[in-house]
Structure formats: C-alpha cells, structure tokens
C-alpha cells in the first residue's frame, strides 16, 4: 500500500468547504451522485461513439447502500470509473487551474467566506463533512485491474490493488458523528428526491425494510432494494418524444396546479453555453401574483440536479407568472444566490429565456388568437409591467399587450390599432384616468369620435404610469388625449374670426375662476360637451394627482387646471353675449364644475355647486 500526501491546494480546500458549507452537509449527497451521473454519461457517450468501448455491457445505475448498523452508506455506479492514475489525479490534487487560482487570491477571512465558494464545485470532497474514513473502489471500463483509494480527509490517502467484478465506482462513506443522521432510509430517501430526482439513471437504494412477518406474529427486518427517484428529467429528452400528457403532468408535478398549462416552451441551446429550458403559463393567474412576497415558479438544476427554487434573479419580476425549469451545464453544482446575482453564464440564460418567453408568446398569439385572449385575462397586467421594467423587450411587449379601445368591445392590439388608422392620422390615441365607463363617455374623445379615430381605453390603475414612459408605438407616436397640446395635430384649418370673437368671453370666464385654472382656453376637441379639462404635458393628470395625494404625497403643489370650451355649443355662444351678471357667473363655474364632474373629480364645494344649480333651474323654470 502507498501513502501519499495531499497536494497543499487540496487540504485547503478541505478547510474551506467544511467551514463554509457546514449548514448543509447534506449536498454530500447530490454531489456524489452527480459524480456517478456524470461517470455514467462518460461511458454511455464511449459507448455509442468509440469502437473499442461499443458492445460493452452497459448498465447504467446508481446504487445507494446502507448498513444501519456499522454506520456505512455506499454509492456504486456502473459508470466510467477511475484507474491508479485518474484517482491520483482527480482525487489527490485540485486538475482545474480556476480552483487553484481561487484558492491563490484568498487570504485569511476570505477563505471562511462562504459566498466565494460558490464560485466553483466543491464535488467529492464535501463528503468529508459527514464521513471519515472515506474508501473508493474504482476499476475503469475496458480495464482488468481496480483500485482502492482510502483517506481520512486530513492529510493524504494510501492507494491499493483491490477487485471490482465490474467497472464502476464505489464510495464508501464511514460516516461519522455529523453523518450518523444519513444512516436512515427516511432521510436518504427525501434527500434524493430533493435533489436528484430528475437525474437521468434510476437510483436504488438498499437497506432494511422492517416488515411484519403475519405467521410469527412480530416485525422483521427484510433486505429491500427500491428506486428512489424518478429519474424522469423529461426536460431533457428530445421534444418529439414527448407527448402533451407528458409535458402536463410535468407541470402539474412542478407546479402544484391542478388545471393543465395553457402554453409551453421547450428549448435546448447547445453553443457557448448548454442548457435547457422548459417554461409553462399556466391557465389562471398564481394567487400571489400581486404581492410582494410572490413565490417563485421557475427552479433552477445544473446537470440535472436540483439546486434551487426560490431564486428570483432567474427571470425578471414581470414573467413571474411563469412556471418551469432552467437547467444548464455550466453552473458549478453549488451556486449560491449571491453568486447569481453576478454570474455572467445566468445572465445570458435569463436573457435569451425572456427573449424565447415573448416571442413563443408572439406566435401564440398568431398561432392561436382565441387561447392568447385566456392568457391576456390572466396576465396582460404583469407584461405591462414590463413596459417600464424592461425597456429592451419593450417592442415586443408593445406587440403582445391587448387594449380596450373605442372601436372594439374586446381587446385590441396596437398592430391591429394601426392598421385601422385614418388616413392622414399622425399619432395613436389613448385616454387614461378613471373607470372604463367614464372613460368612454369623456368630452376629450368628441373630436375623436367625430373624426372617426381610434382611441384607446387605458382604464387599469397603472396605466397612466406605465404609458406616460411610452412614447412610441415604432415610428408612430403614442399620444395622451388628456394632455393639452394632443389635440394640436386635430385642429382643421383655423377659424381666426371666431377665435377673435370668443376672446372675451374668455377673459371673463378667467377672470371669474382665477386661481382655481391656470387658464381659459378655445377648444378644438370638443363636439356635444360645452368644456373639458386638460392637463399640460409635464404635469400629472388629475386622476394622478389624486392617486399621489392618497399614497400619502400630500403636500405636492397642486397643478392648475386648463379648462377647455366649446366655441360651438349652445350654452357658450348664447353666453358670449351676455352681460356680465348673476347668471353668467353662475354658468362659468358650472362650464368648470361639470369638466371636473366628467373627470371622475371630485367637486371642492358641492354645495355651492347644488345652489348654483338650483339658481339656474329656477331662472330656466320660470322663463318656460
Ligand atoms: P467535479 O465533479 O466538480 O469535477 P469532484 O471533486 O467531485 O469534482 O471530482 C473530481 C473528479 O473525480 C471528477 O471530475 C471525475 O473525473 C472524478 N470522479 C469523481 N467521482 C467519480 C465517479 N463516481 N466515477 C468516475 N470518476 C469520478
């Protein structure tokens, strides 16, 4: 037997993973049978490419065995396995030079700090925190010989001939105080389905069943062999092998929901980067949806492992309706959150998933118009949540949100908005501020509506703040009909006498509400309405105001109004040649009052308002 020291590099990384990985010893487990996963891989892929390995027996397994009684878990695969030399090298010293390099930058605390060591693989050597001493009994496929590899973790390991009757490694586990808690089937058992549930070969696991022998009439234990995962890992078979029911019952098993998805998208990149990714949206909005603490759909795996489920940086906060599963090849096995957040490999898969996410959702939308208005009901909140919070999908954001609109009783989409433009018209419409009934019943669409132009409803509570970010529609601008100067672009050619004739009455009507408007102006928007109110470009809607003012803003200064009136309604001609009395005064607060009114605004003295009008109807009673 040969004794041999542990390269220095080795030792230290010992140290490392004992202190930084002490909350969790149980990733012992997933590593080692990520390693036979892996070992099995290698052989198989001999297997079918290699002609010296092809028609080798292969049969690929994972065997767990445990003896309750002398403290001992072994792992066995049928796999690749490792000679005098591999197990020297792989096991003795740290073969990957960014391990080395890592270890070389650390200096005192660092090397404690556990969120640098998920920068690479701890692998085998996390068996250590459960176990010593630790045998290896490997024999490499297409070689006679096996040999044992034996260590106590401190120092070094002794190396020996010994027999295998197949090629494959064995990892027997002595384990110690911390490790006594896995000499038990319950716990072996869960922590598998944990984190290696999904890894492509069956694993099996040995030990002591007790069962109630009827004749004796007392429990006995049996020994029993039984699979322990569902070595499923539908993701990764090929698309055409895998059936609707295959992809729905995956979805229900990840999901908890008991309804069938509505879509799925399933993509295997092979380039730069390996990975797979199998996203679902499900047919009714998740109950959390709204709320902060929303749980997370999408589990990560590396290799087919499990590594975690609550993940959020996985994809943007908008899609996190969407449910499923992103496993990539290039991730060390223990990758901490905090590294997630910075690992530039999780960064391209989360921007090509997004990518795939919206435009499979475009073609849906094309593919199956009928299916993509389900979705829209559950979600075309949370994909306008991502107008403001992707700016680089916003296009194709733009393209899969859907409208009310004052042409269409259904939703609409801004493609469909366009095609439908007048001719001559510059810009897209939309009116935002207050119930859809009010909106649709607004002065500010008349001229609209004369004109026959489209305009849309925007009458969800964030709208107003997610399109007053959007100012573009492609070329098309994306115009509010509640700001101003939106109606510039409307006017026919301009009438100047009237306007020259209106002007006094328009300095009486400013002159009469004074500082509650910033201004009186001429209206070119309005048709059957006498007034209506505008905001200016910069300034928040009233409807925001109001919205600021009741999350607490309260002392904000207010923005005037700009009242708006109809040169050509009844009410305002017959008051341009009126004297300045009770009457007209009473009309000019009116003309104000019933622009507020149509807003959705509440009046500041209704009282005076119900006087007003109650003087007006008499004036109007006894003239009849
Ligand atoms: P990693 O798996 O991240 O490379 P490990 O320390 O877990 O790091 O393993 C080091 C190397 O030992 C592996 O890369 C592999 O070559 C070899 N090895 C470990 N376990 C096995 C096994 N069960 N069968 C064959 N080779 C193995």
């Known amino acids: 037997m040969s004794k041999r020291e542990f390269q220095t590099e080795v030792s230290q990384l010992l140290q490392l993973i004992i202190h930084s990985l002490y909350s969790h010893p149980e990733i012992f487990l997933r590593e080692l049978i990520s390693n036979s996963s892996d070992a099995l891989d290698k052989l198989r892929h001999l297997t079918l490419v290699d002609e010296a390995y092809k028609g080798m027996p292969f049969e690929p397994r994972i065997d767990l065995e445990l003896d309750e009684a002398n403290h001992t878990l072994s792992i066995a695969d049928t796999g690749i396995g490792m000679n005098e030399e591999d197990l020297i090298t792989n096991l003795g010293t740290i073969a990957r030079s960014g ?19 998920g920068q690479f693989g701890v692998g085998f050597y996390s068996a250590f925190m459960v176990a010593d001493p630790i045998e290896v009994v490997s024999r490499k496929a297409g070689e006679e010989m096996a040999w044992r590899w034996v260590s106590d973790g401190q120092s070094g390991f002794e190396i020996e001939p010994a027999e295998r009757a197949v090629a494959g490694t064995t990892v027997l586990l002595h384990l110690n105080e911390e490790g006594k808690q ?5 716990r072996l058992r869960e922590v598998v389905k944990k984190y290696s549930n999904h890894i492509a070969f069956p694993i099996f696991l040995t030990y002591d069943k007790s069962e109630w022998n009827e004749a004796e009439k007392k429990s006995e234990k049996v020994r029993t062999t039984e699979q322990v995962n569902a070595a499923s890992a539908l993701w990764r078979r090929p698309k055409n092998e895998l059936t609707d029911e295959d992809y729905k019952e995956l979805y229900k098993s990840i999901s908890g929901d008991s309804q069938d998805p509505l879509f799925w998208f399933h993509t295997r990149a092979e380039g730069s980067l390996e990975y797979t990714t199998l996203f679902f949206i499900p047919s009714k909005a998740p109950l959390d949806l709204y709320q ?16 975690m489920d609550d993940a959020k940086e996985l994809l943007p906060q908008y899609l996190r309706f969407v449910r499923g599963i992103i496993d990539s090849e290039d991730l060390p096995l223990n990758v901490s959150r905090e590294i997630l957040q910075q690992n530039k490999v999780l960064t391209s898969i989360r921007t090509a998933s997004v990518k795939k996410i919206l435009s499979e959702l475009k073609n849906a939308a094309a593919a199956e118009p009928e299916k993509y208005l389900e979705f829209i009901k559950e979600f075309n909140r949370p994909l306008k949540e991502g107008l403001y919070q992707d700016f680089a999908n916003r296009e194709t954001l733009l393209d899969l949100v859907r409208f009310k609109s004052t042409r269409v009783d259904g939703m609409t989409s801004l493609a469909d908005v366009k095609s439908r433009m007048k001719e001559g018209q510059k810009s897209l419409y939309y009116i935002t501020g207050g119930t859809e009934s009010l909106l649709r019943t607004s002065p500010l669409l008349e001229i609209y509506k004369k004109k026959g132009i489209e305009v849309l409803i925007l009458d969800d509570d964030i709208d107003e703040i997610v399109f007053s970010g959007v100012d573009k529609y ?11 100067s939106t109606s510039e672009d409307l006017k026919d050619d301009a009438e100047p006498e009237q306007a020259e004739a209106l002007k006094p009455l328009l300095e009486k009507l400013n002159a009469i509400l004074g500082e509650n408007v910033k201004d009186v102006r001429a209206s070119v928007r309005l048709a059957d309405s006498p007034s209506c109110i505008v905001s200016d470009e ?6 925001m105001q109001q919205m600021l003012r009741a999350m607490g803003q309260k002392d904000f200064p207010a923005p005037k109004p700009t009242l708006e009136i109809n040169p050509d309604h009844a009410i305002v001609k017959k008051l341009l040649g009126r004297p300045n009395d009770a009457l007209a ?4 607060w009116m003309l104000f009052d019933q622009a507020l009114l149509m807003e959705g605004v509440p009046l500041k003295d209704p009282a005076a308002f119900v ?7 008499s004036v109007s009673i006894e003239a009849k």
Do not use: M
């Not at 896995?182 to 319950?186: G, L, P």
């Open 585 to 588: 005064e009473d009309a000019a």
């Open 292 to 307: 902060a603490e929303y749980k997370v759909g999408v589990k990560l795996y590396v290799k087919r492992v499990f590594i």
């Open 538 to 543: 910069e300034e928040p809607s009233l409807q």
């Open 611 to 617: 006087q007003r009008l109650n003087r007006v109807l």
């Open 99 to 117: 391990t080395k390099n890592f270890l070389a930058q650390l200096s005192g605390d660092a090397r404690k700090d556990s969120n640098l060591i």
């Open 182 to 186: 896995y000499a038990n089937s319950w």
């Open 474 to 484: 492609g070329e098309l601008e994306l115009k509010s009909v509640n700001k101003a």
